[in-house]
């Protein structure tokens, strides 16, 4: 089976960069052991319903990329070690040699980690965390000695020929012209500063422990203050989200650097693509990316801030503002150069990235613990983590997830620009807004 690229999944293979390897990591951290037999079991049993994860990228004589299917295993390694190994050292995936799903499997005495390494241009966050969801299932039935259904979701392989459409039709590009062209110009001719002083590397030179993380959680009790406090402004948790991930990045720029009050700060948001007609696609990277622009003298009024960007998110969703970067893509590639040569560039497109993945497992029937968080077989998933690429000038990308109740972010670092350290004390800035009731700078 041969499948044409979509535009964004052509920019995601060319701006795979050996420094800066375009993948996305999702790990999911287990009290008590996992039998290893079943769990592998199960991902070979769950990647066979999904194309994407068996192709490798082909290209054809006039340049042009497909993915085609391929008969091989998949990357499974088990490693035995201390809880450190939780995040074991990943190797970037080449597609055109491999499938993009490697699985780092770690025992360590009563405890198991699984890290799911996928490259981006296969699936999006959504796609994976279903994928996830999908071997969960698998293996519970597995465990309990019952025999695991053929394609339990009833996937549907040829509606990837769908993917990362946004329906965009010309009764739609014409009523929102004027809009698409403010973004457009904001995209092409405005380039954000990036969070902390940045020395272009050379991108060539491959990353070595790359996968720089640090995680913290708001209790239940906080997170339902948190949910409370978005209800209570009348806007959404992600809106909430963004206006505090602002003000963090303020804060820290003002305690570790001189930052300048005209210079733009941009965070980048993914939008799923999926429709109620595509819920059987099969998974795929099938979403498109927002930005939202502010300026350091913008955070002085926090509660104004956040009114903003609830307008700013609405009028984007209002005016099909999706088709925006997908469109300006498809353009640049048909100018000299193609999509390439803009991606040459080593300029900030973005100080930060927000991926919120929303309420995970929710709808898994499984039996929960006290707390809410999940049996699998005779061990429990304790923890989530999922962390998004990062690029050279976008020094952070964050997700954000609840599960059991409890909201929890993760951030991903550029340690070669950023210490552990400010990491760290980024991500407790960032919690310092979201725990306090009335926000004042």
Known sequence: MSIPFTIFEKYMLLDDQPAYPMDSFRLLLFSGRLNFSYFE?????????????????REDSRGRFFWEE??????????????????????????????????????????????FQFHHCVSDGIGEMEVLADILSDYVIRFQGGSPPDNPRHLEPELLSQRGSTGLTLRKYFRFFVPMAVTTYQLLCRFP??????????????????????????????????????????VTVNDLLLRDLFLAMGEWRKKWFDPHENSYLRITMPMNLRTESLKKMPTANSVTMLFLDRKERDFTEPTQLLQRIHQETNWIKRTEQKHVLLLSMKIRDRLPGGLNYELKSQKCRATAVLSNLGRIFESLPFMRRHDG?????????????????????????????????????????????????????????????????????
């Open 41 to 57: 079991a199960s991902i070979a049993s769950v990647v066979r319903y999904h194309p994407m994860l068996r192709s490798v990228v």
């Open 70 to 115: 391929v008969d091989c295993p998949i990357f499974i390694r088990k490693i035995r070690g201390p809880l450190a190994m939780r995040y074991p050292n990943p190797e970037a995936i080449d597609l055109f040699n491999e499938p993009g799903l490697k699985v780092y499997f770690v025992e360590e005495r009563n405890r198991t980690s699984v890290l």
């Open 193 to 234: 500063t990036p969070l902390a002083p940045h020395v272009p590397l050379n991108t060539n030179i491959p990353a070595k422990d790359y996968l720089a993380l640090c995680a913290d959680g708001l209790t239940r009790n906080e997170t339902q203050n948190y949910f409370n406090r978005a209800k209570k402004y009348d």
């Open 373 to 441: 968080r999940l049996f699998i077989g005779n061990a429990v998933l304790e923890e989530i983590d999922a962390a998004p690429p990062i690029r050279s000038g976008t020094l952070i990308s964050l997700s954000a997830l609840t599960y059991a109740n409890q909201l929890r972010l993760i951030l991903r670092y550029d340690a070669k620009n950023m210490t552990n350290e400010q990491a760290n004390d980024f991500l407790h800035i960032f919690f310092s807004f979201l725990k306090s009731e009335t926000v004042t700078l």
